[in-house]
């Protein structure tokens, strides 16, 4: 998938100086966009700095240096070759341990961080907020998919994003986060005949004496 600006960071994080505008811009509606960017209308000149008198600039030329500006940085963190940017890459899924992740020194290392897919407005949800300080980062998804089989419920698919154990000291920690950003999925059997005998648990009562 390649890598698609959001026209959010042109104007929240670029070329507006007020810093509010930027923290609360999240999700603009394209109705927005359409009066911005139409120049027949006054709302084309939305974007005009104020503090310059004698110059008025419209959305349409903030747009074009935000662009400029965007594909600078771009080159700078993913290389010159546009063709080899990938979205998944800019995009990665974060799954924080709690309270670990907080951590101060060992707090990333406890973060379970795959590359991702989808987006804010996609049927993969991946959801980035632009006013953070990692605006592409996806911080809100499906943690959990299922698929159904109602025919035979044996049948059905699940997957979660990070793994099976909470313990970060477990293999069992991360195992799933790469089959959840490549859109793999796992059964879960509940048939006692076809899961077998996979581990013995055997409690022994031993009388203690006390002195």
């Known amino acids: 998938m390649g890598f698609r600006l959001n026209p959010s960071s042109i104007f929240g994080r670029r070329n507006l100086e007020e810093p509010v505008f930027g923290k609360n811009w999240r999700f603009p509606p394209p109705i927005s966009w359409k009066a911005v960017f139409i120049t027949k209308t006054d709302k084309a000149t939305w974007c005009d700095n104020v503090s310059t008198i004698d110059v008025e600039k419209t959305c ?12 600078a940085e771009l080159r700078e963190n993913h290389g ?40 804010n407005h996609t049927i993969n949800r991946g959801q980035h907020v632009i006013s953070s300080d990692n605006p592409f980062d996806n911080v809100h998804a499906a943690g959990f998919r299922a698929v159904y089989d109602l025919g035979n419920l044996d049948d059905s698919r699940y997957m979660i994003s990070t793994g099976q154990s909470g313990n970060p000291f477990s293999q069992s920690y991360d195992n799933l986060a790469t ?7 796992i059964a879960i059997k509940t048939n006692r005949d076809e899961i077998g005998p996979t581990a013995r648990l055997i409690l022994r009562a031993e009388k203690t004496t006390t002195e």
Do not use: Y
């Open 179 to 185: 089959g959840w950003t490549e859109g793999d999925s």
């Open 60 to 71: 349409g030329q903030l747009a074009d240096a935000g662009l400029l500006a965007a594909l």
């Open 80 to 119: 010159a070759d546009m063709a080899s940017w990938e979205w998944s890459t800019a995009h990665p899924v974060v799954n924080r341990h709690i309270p670990g992740s907080f951590l101060p020194l060992i707090g990333e290392g406890l973060s379970i961080i795959r590359p991702s897919s989808g987006g």
